[in-house]
Structures are given as C-alpha cells and as structure tokens.
C-alpha cells in the first residue's frame, strides 16, 4: 500500500512522515506537491507538519486553498485515511474537514517537548492496533495548539466518542498540569464523524524509533496498514 | 477605494495573547487599563464601483479567507 504525504511550502515534517513510512513501516510512500490535483493513487494521505504558507494570516488558512486540498477532500469524502499531523491538523480543521480551530498557546509560547498522550477510541484506521486507554510518549512542536470549538461541539465531539487523544499525565489522569496548551478538555486529536479523518498535534512519525526517543508513534502507522490490507479490520 | 477590515477574537474565546499584554500593561503600572483584545487589521485596496460594491468585497474575502469563523468575527469601514 501507498503513503501520499503531502507537501506545502513550509511543510517540514514531510520528510519524517516518508521515512516512517518508507524506512519503518516498510510501505511505499510518494510527495504530493500541494499543486498537483492527483493523489498518485495514495491509500492514505498524511498532511504533514511544519508552516504551509509561512502560517501566514492563521496556521493553514492559506494551505486550505491549495489545488491538492479539493482531491485530499474528495478521497476523505470517499472514505479514504487521512491522518492530519500538527500543522496538518491545524490545515484540516481550517478546510472544515475536522471541527474547531486552534488559539495560541495558552502561555503564549512555542512547546517542543515529549508529552504524554492516552488513546481514547480504537475505531479509526489510525488507532485499532492500539488499546483504549493507552499512553503513548510523543514530541509536541508548536505555538499555536490550543484546541477550541464551541461548547456545543466539544459536547457533540466527546458524545460521539470523537476525542483521539487526549494530553494526560504519566498515570493516564487528563490533568491540567499535563495540558502543554490549554486544549479544552485536554484534547490531543480528533476524529470526523465517518472516523476516517484524523488529526493530532503531536508528532507520531518523529516517534517511530527507539533511537529518537520513543518508538510510540509507530503504532498509527501500523493501524492504518492493518486498516487497508485486512479486509474487515476496522470493524472488531 | 479603501476598505478596512477589523478581525477580532469573539468575545467568548479566551486571547492568551490580549491576556499577556493586559499582564504586562498591570506590571508597567497602568492600573487603569482593564482587559486587553488583540486583533488584527487588514487595509484593502480595492477595485469597486460604489462603496457598498467595496463593502460587499471586502465583506466576501473576511468571509472566505480573513477570519475563520469558529474563533473570530470582523467588522468592515468603506473609507470614504
């Protein structure tokens, strides 16, 4: 199966997210430069981290209009995988694929540290190969990663059992002294309402070898390879 | 003909950076100085006939690209 991971001018996460797919996970994996109106036959596309546009005006308003986004929204729509990481994230929320926005850091400043992040839902391709309640040890890198919505959609999000992720400490508690931004109801990532669209602040592909620090991210990976090639895996 | 086009968090949304300037204003003594709303401020140069044409401009583009509706509102001056 095939990674398209998608490429913006500012994206530098792109890289990461091939070699973790490529090297790693032992996938093919192929750019899609934010121009190009075809995903390359992708099976799952990443958008990944870093500044598209100079994260001019707000984090991915630009990026929302590039030609790439009208396929990456028709194959979301289709049911395809799309896993939105960081700056990733902040584009699908800007292009109304997942709900909400981000604010700034409540402390006003740029976080990059590991954090601790629990799995709250395995029914998405990028979670089934892990277990509720799950903590995984992954690097945050970003200013701007305040999750807000309304409090009737964080109502909606939490009913429909939409959190992902949730920051929480190292006994699995979501406190507030775990929250490195001020997300409302600590929340890591979420989900859209098909479940095939998530997006996540932190870095999954930076943490996919023991050599970097944590290997935890790996198991997003891996969830959405056994998502596509086992007929019926998402349904367990 | 100028349109301005002011984006300003909704009220119900906290400002972590209004709040550090309101912090840093207290610091500096300014007791008077109550809450602080950062926002930003766009000056539009602008091909319109009339001034409600521009108002319906720039009012388009705060729509679609300027503001993002879940976090901000804007308000629009024709200048004239």
Redesign the interface.
Known sequence: MKFGVVVFPGSNCDHDAYHAATDVVGQDAEYIWHKDTSLKGADVIVLPGGFAHGDY??TG??AR?SPVMASVIDFARGGGPVLGICNGFQVL??AGLL???M??????TYHCEHVIVRIEQTDTPFTLGGTRGQRLRLPIAHGEG?Y???PEVIRDLEASRRVIFRYCDERGEPTDAANPN?SLNNIAGICNEARNVVGLMPHPERACEGSLGSSDGLVLLQSVVTALTHEGALRT | MKARVYVTLKPSVFDPQGQTIADALHSLGYAGVGDVRQGKFFELDLQAGSREQARTLASEVADKLLANPVIESYRVEVES
């Open positions: 005006l707000r308003a630009i209009f929320l800007e709900p909400g926005a604010l700034r850091n409540r402390d006003v305040n807000y919505a309304d001020g």
